[in-house]
């Protein structure tokens, strides 16, 4: 009987190779679990920036659409702070810097062709300022005198 309870003494510990293959199934699942927040938290900064471009293109639509027809009407831009609820604030004349504290997004509007009579063609383009890229395409939209 002395024999068994050697071999259960020589069976309770655990190798290095145990020890090692554990150690790498730990880390495998640790960078999986970092991977996927670091992948979450870069989608939903993305998501972010564009909700907040589409939300800027239709508000700046709506503002064409509701002014008043001219034939001379200037080109402007105004700048968002996508975190301040105190935007927007025009620009310092078109294509404007936007100075000032915590602006992530200008918004260019401008009338690419002359007006021909009584139709207008406005173009919004959204510019991020962190890097100086546009923000999708630029929206173009038709404005009538009635």
Request: aromatic share 6%.
């Amino acid at each position: 009987m002395p024999r068994v309870k050697d071999r259960r003494r020589a069976q309770a510990g655990t190798t290095l190779i145990e020890l090692l293959v554990s150690l790498m199934i730990v880390g495998i699942a640790l960078v999986l679990i970092v991977g996927t927040f670091s992948t979450g938290l870069l989608d939903a900064t993305l998501a972010k920036r564009d909700t907040a471009a589409q939300a800027i293109v239709q508000y700046e639509m709506d503002k064409v659409g509701a002014s008043t027809f001219s034939v001379s009407a200037p080109n402007y831009s105004d700048c968002f702070a996508t975190d301040n609820p105190s935007s927007p604030v025009p620009a310092s004349g078109y294509r404007g810097s936007c100075t000032g504290g915590g602006y992530s997004i200008r918004a260019d509007v401008e009338q690419p062709s002359p007006s021909s009579g009584s139709l207008q063609m406005w173009t919004v383009t959204t510019t991020s300022l962190s890097d100086g890229l546009r923000i999708g395409t630029p929206i173009s939209i038709y404005k009538a005198n009635r």
